[in-house]
């Protein structure tokens, strides 16, 4: 069982900086394919970020020089480093832990960008 708790979203301006957490407990953390996603407002739920358990790392187009996802094995955390915000980046953001056989995800955390 692996569960992900997600913290550090809030309202910014544009043009700021957010960096969103994503903790999880169980030992196969370390293991786990991680991913940030995003879902506005009646729209599907869209991939922001991966992380391999190597470090590997791939981005949408959307985000890409922008966001930086980053993983601390030995905490068991997954950040989302998000700069230069635009008001097409606010939604609730989600982590997710994909380990094969199954797949978990968090609660999420609204980000909101606005003047």
């Known amino acids: 069982q692996v569960q992900l708790v997600e913290s550090g979203g809030g309202l910014v301006q544009p043009g700021g900086s957010l960096r969103l957490s994503c903790a999880g407990s169980g030992s196969v953390f370390s293991f786990a394919f991680m991913g940030w996603y995003h879902q506005a407002p009646g729209k599907q739920r869209e991939l922001v970020a991966t992380i391999t358990p190597g470090g590997s790392t791939n981005y949408a187009d959307s985000v890409k020089g922008r966001f930086t996802i980053s993983r601390d094995n030995a905490k068991n955390t997954v950040y989302l480093q998000m700069n230069s915000l635009k008001p097409e980046d606010t939604a609730v953001y989600y982590c997710?832990?994909?380990?094969?056989?199954?797949?978990?995800w968090g609660q999420g955390t609204q980000v909101t960008v606005s003047s």
């Open positions: 997710n832990a994909d380990l094969g056989y199954r797949i978990y």
